[in-house]
């Protein structure tokens, strides 16, 4: 007897393991970066295989600023590169890339990469690709209430008319369909703080392999885990 697959909307993924991937081999951190930027694009190539609509991934953290200064550039390098050579082929694919963050800490060529590759792929719909990056769950939610008291003190708003939907829409990803499943490579077992207001009843996947290694069978592996479980949202079964 068959199974019905059912193919989860909206995928996010902590993309981690890049510098403990590259250690194992005797190679610098860049060397990880780099092959985990190979991963991100099989993965992109697999979800539109798969048929995910959504896929937000998390690239670089707010903290990961504190990383020495030589690694940091080293992944600037990297998302310059990437906002230049594979714009073009994700217009093609039909994806649209939005970038979530706080973009204050970039330099303004990256920032403007980065307008102009959502500007580019703006009407697109086949694949929605969200890059987290500068990101930080706690901050998005605290800018998010900050938002929603700045109109209160106005009085654009009532604070009484205040709810979790109100603030969902304050939030980076407003437009966006809350995750269906968060993976996490590496063998790490947390967020890190990650989409954490979205991710309230999304289903937590971990996977041993580091980043680097990640694949279209991987991803198919957690829709299949996905389709294990049995999504409650606080009710009874």
């Given at each position: ?6 193919t989860p ?5 902590v993309m981690?393991?890049?510098g403990?991937?590259a250690r ?10 780099r092959?985990?930027?190979?991963a ?17 991934v998390?690239g ?14 080293d992944?600037m390098g990297?998302m310059?590169?990437?906002l230049?050579s594979?714009?073009a082929?994700?217009h093609a694919?039909?994806?649209r890339l939005?970038?979530?963050?706080d973009r204050?800490r970039?330099d303004p ?7 102009n590759a959502?500007?580019l792929?703006?009407?697109n719909d ?10 930080g769950g ?7 209430a900050?938002?929603?008291?700045a109109?209160?003190a106005?009085?654009k ?15 980076f990803t ?8 968060v993976i ?9 703080n ?12 971990f996977?041993?392999?580091?980043w680097?290694?990640?694949?279209k069978?991987?991803l198919?592996?957690?829709v299949?885990?996905f ?11």
């Amino acid at each position: 007897m068959s199974t019905t697959v059912t193919t989860p909307t909206h995928v996010a993924i902590v993309m981690d393991g890049n510098g403990r991937w590259a250690r194992a081999r005797g190679l610098p951190r860049a060397a990880g970066h780099r092959q985990g930027a190979e991963a991100l694009r099989r993965t992109i190539t697999g979800a539109g295989e798969l048929g995910i609509r959504y896929l937000t991934v998390f690239g670089f953290s707010s903290e990961n600023w504190n990383r020495p200064a030589g690694e940091v550039q080293d992944l600037m390098g990297l998302m310059r590169h990437y906002l230049r050579s594979e714009i073009a082929d994700l217009h093609a694919k039909g994806a649209r890339l939005r970038v979530i963050g706080d973009r204050s800490r970039f330099d303004p060529d990256i920032v403007a990469l980065i307008a102009n590759a959502e500007d580019l792929t703006r009407g697109n719909d086949k694949l929605n690709l969200t890059l987290a990056i500068s990101y930080g769950g706690r901050d998005e939610i605290v800018a998010a209430a900050r938002a929603l008291a700045a109109d209160a003190a106005a009085g654009k708003l009532d604070p009484k008319s205040i709810d979790a939907a109100a603030l969902t829409g304050r939030l980076f990803t407003a437009d966006l369909p809350d995750p269906d499943v968060v993976i996490r490579t590496s063998g790490e077992k947390r967020l890190s703080n990650f989409l954490l207001w979205q991710s309230a009843y999304s289903e937590l996947v971990f996977v041993d392999k580091y980043w680097p290694d990640f694949g279209k069978s991987d991803l198919e592996d957690a829709v299949h885990e996905f389709n294990r479980r049995e999504r409650r949202y606080g009710a009874v079964g």
